[in-house]
């Protein structure tokens, strides 16, 4: 027992284990009740329940930054919840790609939760190895937060300049890669990322991607481009690794709740990406001045943030009040990968 007390109260990464741990629970509770007892059976998820549980999500988040606050100090706290702001604004944009994903490879709604869920198990190792790096770099390297700045100025004034531009799934890198590295069939089965079928040239059953799988991976590849611009936005607000960590992946279950009811009304969110753009930037200088000496208080960080993006979501609505919703991904006839 007293062991196991001097492991619980012993340090990772410069936080006490038992923080960890009750992290890790939190998370594994979370998709097991959200596959296990709520999406057991496949379904298509209509708004107002995407919406709902989204809220529930944000309520679990909210109430682990306020044990953080307890526990660690006010400044903990609201670092928390900064982080998480950040994270859940710029991976909005994310939200938006998968849905041009979705909508390309002919991904019907019934199948789309299951995608987004293993993609989960993905983005939570793959921003663990992300962010370990990046504190890693931080630490050896504090002059590496000016390169992190200018980075993020120029992706938020890139993100202006192109905000009107579709992605161009056909030519993106990874679907290229996938075509012509991997057997991918024509056509979906069922929910299976992956199918036994005869190869074309010798007859023999091997095994081929599903238009699922590639979704699955590309959904994983985006998430992995925007982590890029999203995890050195957050290193502006802490260089706390649990608190980078805990506000990611918190933020990224939200929205992928969020997905269902942003991919309903694509078209009302018109001027999200300009909000988005200056985020990036105000980030993006405030990461520059930190090896400067200047702290800008966390708590003003918070409160322009969220006036930025609530204004960017008001705005939008308001200017597209007369528009009807149209989805970015809806749903295919065929549910064929297109050529």
């Not at 969220?306 to 008001?314: D, K, P, T």
Request: proline share 3%; glycine share 8%; hydrophobic share 55%.
């Amino acid at each position: 027992m007293e062991t196991l007390f001097a492991a619980l109260t012993g340090e990772f990464l410069g936080t006490p284990v038992y923080f960890w741990v009750a992290f890790v629970t939190i998370v594994i509770a979370l998709l097991v009740f959200d596959l296990g007892i709520l999406h057991k059976d496949e379904r298509e998820i209509g708004a107002a329940e995407s919406l709902k549980l989204y809220g529930f999500y944000v309520t679990i988040a909210m109430a682990f930054g306020g044990w953080v606050w307890w526990q660690r100090g006010a400044e903990a706290g609201l670092e928390f919840y900064t982080a998480y702001l950040i994270e859940q604004s710029l991976a909005m944009d994310n939200m938006f790609v998968i849905a041009t994903i979705f909508g390309f490879l002919a991904i019907p709604r019934l199948y789309q939760h299951r995608v987004l869920f293993w993609g989960i198990l993905g983005v939570v190792f793959l921003r663990a190895i992300l962010i370990g790096l990046g504190a890693a770099l931080v630490y050896q390297f504090s002059w590496i937060l000016f390169i992190f700045g200018a980075f993020l100025v120029f992706t938020g004034f890139r993100m202006f300049k192109h905000q009107d531009e579709k992605p161009d799934i056909e030519s993106n890198f990874a679907f290229k890669f996938l075509r012509k590295h991997f057997r991918i069939t024509d056509k979906l089965h069922g929910h299976d990322f992956t199918v036994r079928q005869p190869d074309p040239k010798s007859g023999k059953l091997v095994v081929w991607l599903t238009p699922l799988a590639v979704a699955l991976i590309m959904v994983e590849v985006v998430d992995l481009i925007f982590a890029v611009d999203s995890v050195p936005a957050v290193f502006a607000v802490t260089q706390d690794t649990f608190i980078v960590y805990t506000s990611n992946i918190f933020a990224i279950l939200g929205l992928r709740a969020l997905y269902f009811a942003l991919a309903a009304a694509m078209n009302r969110f018109r001027y999200l990406q300009t909000s988005l753009a200056i985020i990036l930037v105000l980030v993006g200088i405030k990461i520059f001045l930190v090896p400067l000496g200047y702290h800008i208080d966390t708590l003003l960080s918070l409160i322009v943030t969220l006036s930025i993006l609530g204004g960017g979501v008001i705005f939008s609505l308001w200017k597209t009040r007369n528009e009807p919703d149209i989805s970015a991904a809806d749903e295919p006839e065929t549910g064929q990968l297109k050529p």
